[in-house]
């Protein structure tokens, strides 16, 4: 083992201009969004730009500002396969989320709604 | 180092038996621990709000202004807070504690206003009648699809996840508060440590907001055009 292997690196990698950069960068993504929202299209194809867009900001975010990519492999590798996993194992409820839609309850009457706001005198 | 190169995609040998495995200090690797435990509570409270909407005719009451024009704010507000906390970690990394602190302020400024106009956002749906378990009325009315009434749980997840973004928020801005005020006698890495915080909060906005507001705009004005 080699000494400089029994200290934490505390050198801080990535220029402030590399970091203003993906800023910009997640800014215009966010107006991209923001434009997209005013598209009147498809709701499944919607969702998936969307989340596709986080997606890369998430990994825009992780990556600089949070600095993973100059971190070890073996701490990414430790991090982020399992938590997508969990992630993932999540959506079995959605077959029963779409199934429901069918069984969903009729109401007879109106439904319940808040009561009217109280007047201030 | 020459090993550190062969090792290449091997992470088992990339550690070499060194104290620190990944090459972060016990704390921050505590933090991480807790950032993907608390990214599956944001994730739960996501999923079931999407199975929700999913089994459910949904209300998507949101205008431009307010709601939208204040997100779209509270997001610049976030994403740019987490620039100056990247510039404050980066100054605290040359030992510029002066200069990282003053970073680490305007970071807590840009969460601060994030909260307010949050807060403001809320208190527009709140008059307008929405609460956890009920819908205003004139959102049943409008957004009725054959006869079958929106879900009333609209309020529920709205308020769950914005809520509990907003603490995370809240407590980020106390830690960074905290971190401020004690940065003379904190390391540096503990300063990098409430980063990756400040950084996880942006993060979950980045999923809120798009599933939340973007996917719930009222494209065609019909709320604005219904009688109320």
Known sequence: MSDHEAHVDEHFAGSNKLFISIWVWLLVLTLLEIFLAYRPMELHFMLTILLGLSLVKAFLIMAYFMHLKFERLSLILTLIPALVVCILLLLVFFPDSFRSQGLRYQYKEAPPVAPPPVEEP | ?228
Not at chain 2, 12 to 32: C, I, N, Q, S, T
Not at chain 2, 127 to 142: D, K
Not at chain 2, 153 to 158: H, N, R, S
Request: glycine share 8%.
């Open chain 2, 1 to 228: 180092m020459s090993t550190e190169a062969q090792a290449g995609h091997f992470p088992a040998v990339d550690w070499e038996g060194g104290a620190f495995p990944y090459r972060v200090g016990h704390r921050k690797l505590g933090m991480w621990l807790f950032i993907v435990s608390d990214s599956l509570t944001f994730s739960a409270l996501l999923i079931g709000y999407s199975y929700l909407r999913a089994s459910n005719v949904w209300p998507t009451p949101f205008p431009f202004y307010p709601s939208i024009v204040f997100s779209s704010v509270m997001t610049f507000c976030l994403l740019s807070s987490s620039l100056t906390m990247v510039f404050g970690v980066s100054a605290s990394s040359k030992g510029d504690k002066a200069k990282a602190r003053k970073w680490i302020l305007l970071t807590i400024l840009f969460g601060a206003a994030f909260i307010v106009l949050h807060l403001i956002e809320w208190q527009h749906l709140i008059h307008e009648g929405l609460r956890p378990f009920f819908l205003p009325e004139h959102w049943v009315q409008v957004f009725t699809q054959n006869g079958v009434p929106p879900s009333p749980l609209f309020g529920a997840t709205f308020f769950a996840i914005t809520g509990l973004h907003m603490f995370h928020v809240a407590t980020g801005a106390i830690y960074l508060l905290v971190v401020a005020a004690r940065i003379n006698k904190l390391k540096h890495e503990d300063v990098e440590i409430s980063g990756l915080y400040w950084h996880f909060v942006d993060l979950v906005w980045m999923f809120v907001f798009p599933l939340i507001y973007i996917m719930s705009v009222d494209i065609g004005g019909h709320l604005a055009a219904a009688p109320h």
